[in-house]
């Protein structure tokens, strides 16, 4: 049976506006929102930020649930059914699909990496390590692509199974994840009040400061703003266009925007109130990008009261933000199979499971770049030349863990004794914060640099 004509939808408005706003609530809110506030000027950006949001995202957003409702589709279907006739506009449609499977790679990465610091909090791996090991626990999970690995299928069969309970099973665990979502940040704003710092972080969160402001170039706050008030409500990949779809046509359009704009600022908002206190509690720069959640906080958490705890819940907290994310791009990806290629919910839901695992295959089966990773070194390596900001990490025998011998300034020489039959690489901060590596097995006495 053609599935447009069995067209579901929300049984209630809450769950529509929870289902909804958590498509919009991510990461963006949580990291991206602290650090671009403190890369501009706190609080004059936040003004800006606010305004741009009401004159420019609530507009589109109402106007892409209008696309939905009245196309009675996702993003493709809608175009289609609402284009004048020889117009091509269903093709942008196409582009918009691409673009949720590309944030759907993205997202069930990072959502892997949210759970894997949940458990890791959860379970205690974090007590007692040194600042240096703590921050290091992220270079360590990303140079395991198996642990990454995991975590991501976990997500994304969770997704799949979340979305193959059909729209009903969508708004259920919808509604209880962004309930749950809304007590854990306002458990952690509270908390988050009681530290030393609270009153110097949300002063630079809050209070607009036009100097700060007009240092950085009052043009790029108001850019920034812009781009903001559009990446925070998931704007312009026709990601809303599905709930759209959903929409019961009693619900006023600016109104039920209006309301996912309010929620979505909302835990925006509180995400600030939680990090700055915390930043200026412990002198951490609050502009420091996805390496604030990964390293500088985990860190903050380790040195706090109650550390084991805060940080589990706040990473809990950061799983829903994600994971919210995740089942509402399964949802227009499984939404645009069934209506292209006239498949139910649940061929949809077992075909992209198929091609997950065709891809994991595919990505194990991969020959291993061609490092001597497995061959200790034959003879005692006593200076490594350091080229970059670096963590020095040392393996005896194998396995896959390092241990950091110390962090480096850039051009640092590092004095560093190798025993023969060990094995050592050099880990260091890319430019956009992602760990990279270079094993080394010799050492070159003419440039002092090993290789």
């Known amino acids: 049976m053609d599935p447009q004509n069995q067209r579901e939808s929300f049984g209630s408005r809450l769950g529509f506006i929870l289902v909804s706003a958590g498509c919009a609530i991510g990461i963006g809110n949580v990291w991206r929102f602290p650090t671009v506030t403190g890369q501009y000027g706190g ?36 175009y289609k059914a609402l284009e004048p006739s020889g117009s091509k506009w269903h093709i942008h449609g196409w582009f918009c699909m691409a673009g949720c499977v590309l944030l759907m790679m993205y997202y069930t990465t990072v959502s892997g990496w949210m759970v894997d610091y949940f458990f890791r909090f959860l379970t205690g791996s974090f007590d007692g390590l040194t600042s240096e090991q703590a921050a290091g626990v992220f270079g360590e999970m990303l140079s395991n692509p198996v642990e990454m690995v995991f975590w991501m299928v976990v997500i994304t069969l969770a997704g799949f199974v979340v979305c193959g309970r059909g729209l009903q099973g969508l708004e259920k665990v919808g509604k209880w994840m962004m309930s749950a979502l809304l007590v854990l940040i306002l458990v952690l704003v509270v908390h988050s009040f009681t530290l ?3 009153g110097e972080g949300l002063a630079f969160y809050l209070l607009p400061d036009w100097s700060r402001a007009t240092g950085q170039g009052l043009g790029n706050v108001i850019t920034a703003a ?3 008030s559009f990446f925070t409500l998931s704007l312009g990949i026709g990601a809303i266009e599905i709930f759209g779809s959903y929409m019961d046509r009693g619900f006023t359009l600016p109104g039920e925007a209006a309301r996912i704009c309010v929620l979505d600022t909302f835990v925006a908002v509180c995400a600030g109130l939680i990090i700055f206190p915390a930043c200026f509690s412990f002198g951490i720069s609050p502009d420091a990008g996805p390496s604030l959640i990964f390293i500088t906080l985990p860190n903050v958490f380790t040195n706090m009261a109650g550390g084991r705890l805060w940080g589990a819940l706040f990473f809990l907290f950061m799983t829903f933000a994600s994971f919210s994310t995740v089942i509402a791009v399964f949802e227009n990806i499984i939404a645009c199979a069934r209506e292209n290629f006239g498949w139910d919910r649940r061929r949809a839901c077992l075909v992209g499971a198929a091609a997950l695992v065709g891809i994991l295959l595919a990505l194990r089966s991969r020959k291993k770049p061609a490092v001597k990773e497995e061959t200790p070194v034959s003879t005692p390596i006593q200076a490594l030349g350091v080229v970059s900001g670096t963590d020095v990490r040392v393996r005896s025998g194998a396995g896959t863990g390092y241990d950091i011998l110390k962090t480096l300034d850039k051009g640092t020489l590092v004095e560093l004794t190798v025993q023969e039959g060990d094995w050592y690489r050099i880990s260091y901060d890319g430019a956009r914060g992602y760990i990279a590596s270079q094993y080394v097995t010799r050492y070159d006495s003419a440039t002092g640099l090993s290789g």
């Open 43 to 78: 609080g004059i950006f936040v003004l800006f930020y606010l305004l741009f949001l009401v004159l420019m995202g609530l507009p589109v957003l109402t106007m892409e649930l209008a696309v939905g409702r009245a196309g009675r589709g996702a993003a493709r279907s809608a």
């Open 196 to 198: 030393s710092g609270a």
């Open 226 to 228: 812009m781009n903001q």
